[in-house]
């Protein structure tokens, strides 16, 4: 929480104003019954409350007869007129004490009977002219109530509009560093973790927050608030009444106690099972493909079932706790309710109390009980927040294993790199190379040849400095590669890999990915060095032709033939291959024979190859055994040597014949 909160400090003067405007909402909210209940009070039961004699020239001045009242007085012990209601009718009973005055507020039927005989009867015409101010006080507190109505309404857009920007910029800030924090990660850690979950991380989780800022920090002041509010007001008002009005509050607390438990338990156990359906469906959606050619469609669809049907209850369980809470609450807000009617009737038949504060409870008894009902289930929601906070602290909190160096080195890299005394290892101390030490000069071509796990491509790795070594030391140019900038470095590298990854945009966009330095001219130049514009040239829209996610409608060759312009493009100083022609068919692969010899002129070549066919061109050739170098030469040298290479090269050969 202490993290999530210091999102809030760049927006802090935001939430002080959405907190002044929550404030006046809340008066608002509990203004409002109290406006209604006065008008009840002092306009609707206006005829119970006495009139004296007056002057003409009174503003507040009604007339009767022939002379004039009014209601508008602190206090009279004689000349008293007051309007009762007998049987549908209205009476004046007129100069009278105050004595008198009060005792017709609790007269019973027969009393009003009695006194109504020496009383003067009223017809419409009086009552309209004694009661043309209860009428304008009615319509006063009307256009009071609309004014309060219209002003929250302002107030309340005012604030949703503030509170969503506000947790729009925080999801956008929030989403922008959790996605560049994945970027600056090893490729250590996506070996560890499914792309599904990281997807989850990004969109889900984050969005989970999203309702924290927007939503429930302000309604959770707000309904706090408002409980409280509501408390002071009932007290002030009757006291007794109060008190009754709380009497279910003990029920209330238990079973909002008992729905935060059960609540929070069933966010977390829904959040964990989106996390594996998303992790399942981004891994066997990438792999479609080989699901299909091993005919394993029924399988994986049994296990998505299950792991569907299981997000299923537990998001059923989710229902089921708010299906169950929000009724109880209901129910014991409406014996709540009872008690205040059966109660309140009871005083107001008594005197002891007005019609006008009876309503002023009813209504609050039936909006006292929602902020609790809300304030419970925002702390099952807070939990949830928290939970998808925690996800996504655990990838922001996950520290970088390459880091670049603080003061870096300045350099202009040429393209000598040595290898020192190498020893380095994936996991532990299970080493993959060991005492490995070797020197490319600037501009030559070295090719690595193995058995698979010999170590070849763990080498090209520690080159751009994907991992870190245990140790020994790599230089580039005499410095350090440790001490050289990351993105100076591997600015450097142009790698060409085995497996070629295209992103869903067209042709122009997986040369140039994004550099507004490549210009189109630098594109179609690199694509016809090495021979892309051959297919490209044929496409429809040539080099805007667009090219769908992992480039499913290109061939494995034309892939590889983009993956060499993007290489090209880029100008690198050293250039690495990865089995970057084992792809390639034969006719293709002539195709890009001269290009490659272009594109490693004047560069410094790594080559990874298991067809020794393509590697005998090389200056040297390194031999890779267990880890260790076994031998280097050239590819006359190596054969002459009658060693490991002799006898891979003779392998390879008989299988040709």
């Not at 409870?361 to 928290?386: R, V």
């Not at 390194?622 to 003779?650: C, F, P, T, W």
Request: with cysteine; charged share 25%; net charge negative.
């Amino acid at each position: 929480m202490k993290q999530l909160l210091t999102y809030l400090k760049p927006h802090k003067w935001t939430m002080f104003i959405a907190t002044i405007l929550v404030l006046f909402i809340i008066v608002i909210e509990l203004y409002r019954p109290i406006i209604i209940g006065n008008a009840i009070d002092n306009n609707i039961n206006g005829y119970s409350k006495p009139y004296i004699e007056t002057t003409k020239d009174d503003k507040n001045a009604v007339a009767y007869k022939d002379i004039y009242l009014t209601k508008d007085f602190e206090e009279a012990d004689n000349g008293i007129y007051q309007i009762i209601l007998y049987n549908d009718s209205y009476y004046m009973v007129e100069d009278i004490d105050k004595e008198q005055s009060l005792s017709l507020n609790n007269a019973t039927n027969q009393e009003l009977e009695e006194i109504s005989k020496n009383a003067t009867l009223l017809d419409k015409e009086d009552l309209k002219e004694l009661r043309k101010n209860d009428f304008k006080g009615i319509i006063y507190a009307a256009g009071i109530y609309l004014l309060i109505m219209l002003i929250g309404f302002v107030l309340n857009v005012i604030n949703t509009l503030m509170l969503q920007n506000m947790g729009q910029k925080i999801i956008f800030k929030m989403r922008k560093e959790v996605f560049e924090h994945i970027h600056s990660l090893s490729v250590n850690f996506f070996n560890k973790e499914p792309v599904g979950k990281l997807v989850t991380r990004v969109t889900n989780d984050t969005e989970a927050i999203n309702e924290l800022f927007t939503t429930i920090l302000i309604k959770l002041f707000k309904n706090i608030v408002k409980i409280f509010g509501f408390a002071v007001v009932m007290f002030y008002k009757d006291f007794k009444l109060a008190i009754l009005s709380f009497l279910m509050l003990p029920i209330v607390a238990i079973l909002t106690f008992t729905f935060k438990h059960f609540s929070r338990k069933a966010y977390r156990i829904t959040r964990n099972k989106i996390t594996d359906l998303n992790t399942f469906l981004a891994e066997h959606i990438s792999g479609m493909k080989l699901i299909q050619i091993f005919a394993k469609e029924k399988e994986k669809y049994e296990e998505f079932e299950n792991k569907s049907y299981e997000l299923y209850r537990a998001s059923w369980r989710e229902v089921m706790t708010f299906a169950i809470f929000r009724p109880c609450i209901y129910f014991v807000s409406v014996i709540a309710l009872v008690i205040i009617i059966a109660s309140g009737s009871n005083s107001v038949l008594n005197g002891t109390l007005s019609v006008g504060t009876l309503y002023i409870f009813i209504s609050y008894i039936n909006s006292f009980f929602e902020p609790i009902q809300e304030l419970a289930e925002q702390f099952g929601t807070l939990q949830s927040s928290i939970a998808s906070s925690e996800k996504i602290f655990s990838i922001l909190d996950e520290k970088q294993d390459i880091i670049s160096p603080k003061n870096p080195t300045p350099i202009d890299i040429n393209g000598k790199i040595e290898f020192k005394n190498v020893w380095f290892a994936y996991e532990n101390e299970d080493y993959v190379l060991k005492n490995v030490s070797f020197t490319i000069e600037k501009g030559e071509k070295v090719a690595f040849v193995g058995a698979t796990g010999a170590g070849k491509s763990s080498i090209l790795n520690l080159i751009g400095r994907y991992f870190d070594i245990q140790k020994g030391e790599i230089l580039i140019d005499g410095v350090n590669i440790k001490d050289i900038d990351i993105d100076v470095l591997r600015g450097a590298i142009g790698q060409v890999q085995q497996d070629v990854f295209i992103f869903t945009g067209d042709i122009k966009g997986n040369i140039s990915l994004g550099n507004e330095k490549i210009t189109d001219e630098k594109i179609k130049e690199a694509s016809e060095i090495v021979n892309a514009s051959s297919f490209i040239e044929k496409l429809e829209n040539k080099y805007d032709e667009p090219v769908t996610e992992r480039g499913s409608t290109l061939s494995a060759g034309q892939r590889q033939l983009l993956s060499f312009a993007r290489t090209l493009a880029y100008e690198p100083k050293i250039l690495v291959l990865d089995e970057a022609t084992s792809n390639i068919d034969t006719e293709t692969e002539s195709l890009i024979t001269n290009a490659l010899q272009n594109l490693m002129k004047d560069r410094t070549t790594i080559m990874v190859a298991h067809r020794l066919s393509t590697i005998q061109h090389a200056d040297k050739i390194i031999v890779m055994h267990k880890g260790e170098i076994k031998e280097s030469g050239n590819h006359q040298q190596l054969i002459a040597n009658n060693g490991i290479y002799k006898r891979l090269y003779d392998v390879q050969l008989d299988k040709k014949i």
